[in-house]
């Protein structure tokens, strides 16, 4: 097995660890969908009898924003196994198997890159049952949700970042609060972000959330002709900032996780 195929190999082997271990603990993928699941329905039945979106029904203009916060709380699930396995010592051992240290983090970022369409599957079905639709091509509502899948692991990466960097889930259940909530709420996922004060609009624009939640709506086809229109690049051209955002995160997390991953491991 040569330098390229032992990484993919091995990370495999622990992705499928992974895997076992959310099966025989549905807590974490519990929490990962019933959280959104909540989401949705308050948000339809409670705040969407008094918020207004022109030109779409809101339950449409909500969705997309869900699928972004789904993403944005099973992502987390990395670091917290991560900060789990440190604290358990399950890297030692990996350490004494003849396997390429990037395996590890490959394998939990492909599980929680598993666990994620899980969760978007239960999404969607959720959100069909209370009455969001598609009004793009088979082909475009695919790439919505392949775009959402590419956050979902770009940003696993950030977490097991984060998470290697702090070693400890109560120091890192904190920190991906602190920077998830506003992350979310900051945003145009569940309001149209026009209508936040100019300082939080701003912020709201350039929030890479933002830009996700939208790429998703004109991808799904849940736009309308009378929403307002921001002058800011990222949301005017959502795919491509998009694309750019996890392009950025994956050039940045990914060699920043490794050496962290290695440093964890030597000490």
């Known amino acids: 097995m040569n330098a390229l195929t032992m990484p993919i190999a091995d990370g495999w082997t622990i992705a499928r660890r992974n895997a076992l271990k959310i099966r025989r603990s549905p807590d974490l993928l519990g929490s990962a969908i019933m959280f959104p699941v909540v989401f949705v329905l308050m948000f ?7 918020i207004e979106v022109p030109g779409v029904p809101y339950r449409e203009f909500l969705l997309p924003g869900i699928f972004v916060q789904a993403v944005l709380i099973s992502a987390q699930v990395t ?32 599980s929680d890159l598993l666990m994620n369409a899980a969760s978007l599957v239960v999404m969607a079905v959720m959100g069909l049952i209370v009455g969001w639709r598609m009004h793009t091509s088979p082909f475009e509502a695919v790439l919505g949700f392949a775009l959402l899948l590419l956050f979902a692991y770009a940003f696993s990466w950030f977490t097991a970042t984060v998470a290697l960097a702090l070693r400890t889930p109560e120091s890192f259940n904190n920190v991906a609060t602190m920077v998830s909530f506003p992350l979310m709420f900051i945003s145009n996922a569940f309001l149209d972000s026009s209508e936040l004060p100019t ?21 799904f086809g849940n736009t309308g002709t009378a929403m307002a229109t921001s002058d800011a690049w990222p949301l005017r051209h959502a ?5 750019l955002w996890i392009a950025l995160m994956l050039i940045v997390f990914v ?13």
């Open 199 to 219: 300082p939080l609009r701003v912020v709201a624009e350039w929030n890479p959330v933002s830009a996700f939640t939208q790429a998703a709506r004109e991808l």
């Open 44 to 50: 339809a039945y409670v705040f969407g009898s008094v």
């Open 255 to 267: 060699p920043l996780a490794t050496r962290l991953y290695k440093k964890a491991v030597s000490t």
């Open 239 to 243: 795919v491509p900032a998009s694309l």
């Open 79 to 110: 670091g917290y196994t991560l900060t789990l396995d440190l604290q358990k010592g399950i890297f030692d051992r990996f350490r004494s198997l003849p396997m390429a240290p990037s395996a590890v983090l490959i394998g939990q970022t492909v």
